[in-house]
């Protein structure tokens, strides 16, 4: 049988002399794994189309009791150029694309995700390198909300106390006040009354919404670093995941 879908390319590793076997994430089938025969050979065009970030229009021969399907052609729908000339954008995608590989599940779709997921690159692509990580901290937020992984910010998971000054339990995974939780994992008043403003402002206002300093910047993805590591196990597997709180956590 054939599929078609559109699909963001995640990650893709060689297999034998000229294969590919990708992992993408599909709005109509959710997270899929397909082999790509010969596309590595020096005419084959296809192995430019299987690159990671790119979102694409895929065909593959389905079969069910298949865990990698067979791809047979596709098309870029749009790539994300600007993004490959600078650092940050690359970590950062990078974290991004693992993010979605890593708490999905086959045949799982959730064409919110996927939309979230192409909203955000198409943000990161185009945006002036101070604004991507506030972009990425909105990623963070609304992906969270619709794994079912909500932060719950407002009141001490513990007492139900109005947080203000808060620390991150690394056992029960959430905030908590400082009369019943302390780690080296805060937020003050003002990183909680932020992360609520990202909870109700659109993607498309983040860039007139927000200009935080990086001592609250680093502090809150420090937070939401621990946070998913907590809540999205499999992330511990992410090499760029990890790199990228390297770069920010002795800040």
Not at 123 to 148: D, H, M, R, W
Not at 192 to 209: A, C, E, G
Request: net charge positive; with cysteine.
């Amino acid at each position: 049988m054939i599929y078609t879908t559109d699909a963001i390319v995640l990650n893709n590793r060689k297999y034998s002399d000229s294969s590919l076997i990708c992992n993408l994430y599909s709005k109509d089938y959710g997270k899929l794994s397909i082999i790509a025969k010969g596309v590595r050979k020096v005419k084959n065009l296809n192995g430019a189309i299987l690159q990671p970030l790119n979102h694409i229009n895929l065909v593959y021969y389905f079969k069910s009791k298949r865990n990698i399907q067979t791809y047979k052609e596709a098309s870029i729908i749009k790539k994300y150029d600007d993004i490959s000339k600078n650092y940050n954008k690359i970590l950062i995608s990078s974290v991004i694309l693992d993010m979605i590989n890593y708490s999905s599940i086959e045949d799982n779709p959730c064409d919110i995700i996927f939309r979230l997921t192409n909203k955000t690159l198409d943000k990161i692509n185009s945006s002036e390198s101070t604004n991507i990580f506030y972009y990425f901290i909105f990623f963070n937020i609304q992906l969270l909300i619709y794994l079912g992984y909500k932060p719950l910010i407002k009141r001490c998971y513990k007492c139900s106390k109005t947080l203000d000054n808060a620390s991150f339990n690394d056992k029960s995974g959430q905030l908590e006040c400082t009369s019943c939780c302390s780690s080296n994992i805060k937020l003050n008043a003002n990183s909680i009354q932020l992360i609520n403003k990202f909870f109700n402002t659109h993607i498309d206002k983040i860039n007139t919404h927000f200009n935080l300093d990086n001592g609250t910047l680093n502090n809150i993805k420090k937070y939401f670093f621990h946070y998913i590591l907590h809540h999205i196990t499999n992330m511990k597997k992410s090499k760029a995941y990890i790199n990228f709180n390297k770069k920010y956590d002795s800040i």
